[in-house]
């Protein structure tokens, strides 16, 4: 790892931690209803943050200035997250799928029978899977993800008959872990 000079890395640092903020901020915003706008806007500087993170690393900046840096990359990767992950859900099922409040989905039969709900608690398990996947990236721990997707896909099993379920599994979960893995790494390399 490149060792940068303190005052480039303090500068570096709180770069990151502003962008970081700002992202947080958006996210917090995005929360009820993600935007295309302002999640494009977070990406852009989480992708900033991580770029920052890379090329000016902050290690040698003293521990008060990393420590924000890395409990804002935390925050933003399990809230941010959700905004990101259901503005991705949204143009891949458009309105062909009803939302419930939980982060379920609403399957109406063909048959005009009562509707059911499937996949109940998908916004607590997305927050709960963004915090063990950033966690595991923060501590160099990335082979835990995979125990994160395993235990998500046994969990779920019974509810992927549905096609609308499948795809809202697959494209909820890549969404989700890429948001956390991304910005997780940024806490991972303000720690080093």
Do not use: Y
Request: charged share 15%; aromatic share 4%; proline share 5%.
């Amino acid at each position: 790892m490149i060792i940068a000079d303190p005052a480039v890395a303090a500068v570096a640092a709180a770069s990151l931690g502003g962008a970081l903020l700002i992202a947080l901020a958006l996210s917090i915003a995005g929360l009820r209803h993600a935007r295309t706008a302002p999640v494009a806007i977070s990406c852009a500087l989480a992708a900033a943050a991580l770029i920052t993170a890379l090329v000016a690393p902050i290690t040698s900046a003293p521990l008060a200035l990393r420590l924000p840096v890395i409990l804002l990359a935390m925050t933003v990767a399990v809230i941010g997250g959700s905004p990101f992950t259901r503005r991705a859900l949204d143009i891949a099922s458009g309105d062909r799928v009803r939302e419930t409040r939980d982060g379920g989905i609403l399957i109406i039969a063909a048959d005009a029978s009562a509707p059911r709900t499937l996949m109940r608690g998908g916004t607590v398990i997305g927050f709960l899977e963004r915090v063990a996947a950033a966690v595991a990236i923060t501590v160099g721990f990335p082979e835990a993800v995979a125990a994160v997707i395993a235990v998500k896909g046994i969990g779920r099993f019974p509810e992927l008959g549905e096609p609308e379920a499948r795809e809202r599994f697959i494209i909820g979960t890549v969404a989700s872990l890429l948001w956390a893995g991304a910005v997780g790494a940024i806490a991972r390399l303000a720690l080093l």
